[in-house]
């Protein structure tokens, strides 16, 4: 039978909770007496169908239906779960479950989104208490998995249900086991936020330069392991105990302008080796600096890929590392055009091997689609003539797994033209470490207009000058392999 | 020529500028009294070697040369830059400065990795205090790009040249305008700290727990846009001056135990308002957003395929979504093994798409290969029988491009055995949208022993699962496109 969601506010986190919920198959009723709420729920919506399905293997259930409701009593009544994000003032959120309850099962769950008030505070004037918790979501709710859930003595018992609920549309609860102002995350948040105002304030940076010493640096850290496990590492051989023991006396600096710090003693510092231990024990110090060096250069390579914030840095890098013109980029650059062309130099990447510990079988054609995009460069197709409106497609593909590659090893593609006439455009490459021919992949491009997605001819300068390099290429016969069908030989 | 950097001080944040300097093609001389030290470099440039090429799409330097020397003074005697990354305390970081200074060429960069002094603190008794620069590293220094670079009226004049060598071993400088305890980011990670500090010893939660509300919401806002473009995105279309007016009121309130904050007077609202529209006005907040969603969907796919943090979470949501068998895992979940079997149902992730706007070459061969090891599961090759020591490598792939597909977009693959005789697996995966025939996959597999890497038998239940489904596979016919050559008709 498919759940039914109330979604009590429905601005940017509102909006957030109903797109989880709608896309694991949830139905969804938006109370909201904004009359932008359809709208601005709507472009929600499209950001999460843009990007939620595709976080899985699998697909997701066919989308609830989404109903946007006159009045609470109508978008409460036949609810499972009752999600309130309206402003945070108490007094308001009271009066509403005040409504809420008037009119919901008792049965329901009502989960406030509330960022600071206590669940105690919310129960306050309830007619029913017990159904009252706090599930504080993060921005953006249709992505990130964390949920905070605190609860009180009054619904301890309901933790088990709300962790099921929310497990089953992908989100993480962490139950908050003592309530607190803030909860956890926000009193993170709200210290680094109050720093970061000091820091305009006085002139020391600008908010980009603070975005910049996060992203940089810690924030690719805290993506992965977060502050203990990252310490842990930190501590070295030694361990949790003594990074303690070494950077405890740096908290009676002057660092921040925020200066009451625990004692750090005997009991305080057991407890959190003891606590690391049991997070991160099952892993030695070498273990962890591996896993979080694969983290990270997976990351940082996603957001190369999109020429973002770490990742725009190692494009750079890559620029200067290019101008030591190890791999040409235009015909020029080629010393001998009767030669293979070396269209690809580079190192495997740890986020390229899989469970087999060698290279994937996909990363071999994402090497040689990388070698076609260079030997495209060198004949012409640069990224200004492809802004123009023309490009090459692949159409087709074989490629040979001759030896196996590891994580580390330099390998490089070399590059034969067995035809560049008309729309054509007939590539073999080989994939060398060192001299052991690892793949070879040969592939059939057709030229299109961007526009029409048809084939079309190329400008008259690329054809030109792939059937120059074609003509050049001839000499070199017909690589062994090339024009063969999978299984025959 | 070859640049020279010394390492004074060879412990993990020594060894990570070891580690850099070296691999971007500088000599490098350690000195570091610890009789370990040369082991500890070693296992530093170990995890550097495997983790740090493969950022890059271009080869790197050929390494430099590493040498351990005895003195202080034989390391730096010829060095163009002097990293010091001794113990935090500014009696003995001075002392050193004063024997790098008595053999060092006075035109030599002297740089501290100092974590808490300010660079006048450093310059203090020094015989050319204008040599001595802060430039500060997070660990690990071979990976992360931030260094806070920090210096005085004295040399303010070196930044540039500074700036350029850190660019040229692939760094980020963030020049910090006012030299400040604890410069920026580590101002914090203090706050954070002394924060996490009170949580644990007040019984709230544990280093795990802390991690956990870290690393499953900011910190994967954090690694890409940091506090500000992020707050941007949640002030909404209303803007940064929105935000900070709706949440500036919460800083009054008691959520740390750390209390001064600035006054928010008009001047500092302007400020954050228009340093941000500087930082990222280029950007509508609906742009902003979608940037920030693919930036999550790319590292979160990168944890996933880790199975690691955030990564874990999807792959757990994975296993709930597949109970609904919508894709089989064994033989006996066919329906009709008479038919191709479908072993791929998903949306295409917004990071398979490329430049031209539709799902990458190599992504298809992604597909596949899933398509591949879901085949292999439901004929018993699982990964208890991987981990005893069997499993198919791929030889040879034959992909045709029938059509394009783009991100979010729900695509299946149908599997047919054309042969699974002896060691072969020879398959033809077909990939839809809805009725639309996107690409064909011809693969040829091989069974190997993975301890000797050769082709050997595979077990007997799964050589009698893979027959008995190539003859129910045989009255389909041969598949149009199968065992066709490129360029081939």
Known sequence: MTQVAAIIGGGVIGGGWAARFLLNGWDVRVFDPDPQAQRKIGEVLDNARASLPGLYDMPMPAEGTLTFCETMSEAVSDAHWIQESVPERLELKRKVYQTIQAHCSPDAIIASSTSG????ELQGCATRPEQIVVCHPFNPVYLLPLIEVVTTELNADLVEIVEGDLRAIGMFPLVVKKEIDAHIADRFLEAVWREALWLINDGIATTEEIDEAIRMGFGLRWAQMGLFETYR?????????????????ALEWPWTKLMDVPELTDDL???????????????????LERHRDANLVGMM?????????????????????NQRAIVPERLEDVADISQPIKTIDRAVPIDWTDYNGHMNEARYLQAFGDATDRLMLIVGCTPDYIASGGSYFTAETHIRHLDEVH????????????NGEGKKMHLFHAMYEGDRLLATGEHMLIHVSLETRRASDPA???????????????????PEGAGSAVGVR
Chains 1, 2 share one sequence.
Not at 460 to 478: C, K, M, N, W, Y
């Open 407 to 418: 994580a580390g090893a330099r390998i490089r593609v070399e590059t034969q033209v067995l």
């Open 233 to 249: 590492i930190a501590g070295g051989e030694a361990g949790m105990r003594h990074f303690i023991e070494q950077f405890g006396p």
């Open 269 to 287: 510092i057991d407890a959190i080796a003891s606590q690391s231990d049991a997070q991160s024990g099952r892993y030695s110090i070498r273990e």
């Open 460 to 478: 008259p300068q690329i054809a030109e000058a792939l059937t120059r390099v074609a003509a050049a290429h001839e000499g070199l016969g017909r």
């Open 301 to 321: 390579r996603s957001l190369k890929a999109r020429n973002w914030g770490a990742g725009a840095v190692l494009n750079t890098h890559d620029l200067s590392l």
């Open 117 to 120: 008030f206590k669940p105690s």
